[in-house]
T-cell receptor, first 118, second 116 residues
Framework: AQKITQTQPGMFVQEKEAVTLDCTYDTSDPSYGLFWYKQPSSGEMIFLIYQGSYDQQNATEGRYSLNFQKARKSANLVISASQLGDSAMYFCAMRVSPYGGSQGNLIFGKGTKLSVKP | ETGVTQTPRHLVMGMTNKKSLKCEQHLGHNAMYWYKQSAKKPLELMFVYNFKEQTENNSVPSRFSPECPNSSHLFLHLHTLQPEDSALYLC???????????????FGPGTRLTVL
């Protein structure tokens, strides 16, 4: 079964420190993509970063980096130099192959609520 | 307008009402999606439209009826809803190359629906 697991319901981090949000995934498909989204209290899901299953290097986007460990099936999000505006829900998602009939749709985890303390 | 817009942002309706949610994307994408986000549950995919054709319906009750008149607009028609349908409804869009993976999905701000 294809599944995304986020084991941290809530996390606290001090402003300006780095934080790692955990994500593990389960799929038997060799081709997949992993995404992280941020959802502030306003509700909008904001795309942060993407990692393809065949990508050799970890993805980075500004202060966001994805620690991709394929053998462990983990795709943790690292936020460096946390800011107060980083306080939000963070969702890990997996896109599975379109060949299974799912059209490459996203499967989401339950999310982690990050609170940045001043 | 840029990105993905949704109207209304908030909606309160009775169980006998009929209402519609609207989504519009300004990104030139060819696929659009409806998701439901309930408290303490993962995001649930409801409908997918790919090149204006519905390609997925994840066992959604018939009281939810989608409509995609063109690749830029997506509607969700609501009738005789139940209180448990109260949730945040998110629309998303992406580009899909023929026979390939969809690209990154971009989301709208959502409509927060309350059914009394």
């Amino acid at each position: 079964a294809q599944k995304i697991t986020q084991t941290q319901p809530g996390m606290f981090v001090q402003e300006k420190e780095a934080v790692t949000l955990d994500c593990t995934y389960d799929t038997s498909d060799p081709s997949y993509g992993l995404f992280w989204y941020k959802q502030p209290s306003s509700g909008e899901m904001i795309f942060l970063i993407y990692q393809g299953s065949y990508d050799q290097q970890n993805a980075t986007e500004g202060r966001y980096s994805l620690n991709f460990q394929k053998a462990r099936k983990s795709a943790n999000l690292v936020i460096s130099a946390s800011q107060l505006g980083d306080s939000a829900m963070y969702f890990c998602a997996m896109r599975v192959s379109p060949y299974g009939g799912s059209q490459g749709n996203l499967i989401f985890g339950k999310g982690t609520k990050l609170s940045v303390k001043p | 307008e840029t990105g993905v817009t949704q109207t209304p942002r908030h909606l309160v309706m009775g169980m006998t009402n009929k209402k519609s949610l609207k989504c519009e994307q300004h990104l030139g994408h060819n696929a659009m999606y409806w998701y439901k986000q309930s408290a303490k549950k993962p995001l649930e995919l409801m409908f997918v439209y790919n090149f204006k054709e519905q390609t997925e319906n994840n066992s959604v009750p018939s009281r939810f009826s989608p409509e995609c008149p063109n690749s830029s607009h997506l509607f969700l028609h609501l009738h005789t809803l139940q209180p448990e349908d109260s949730a945040l409804y998110l629309c998303a869009s992406s580009h899909v190359a023929s026979g390939g993976h969809p690209d990154t999905q971009y989301f709208g701000p959502g409509t927060r629906l309350t059914v009394l």
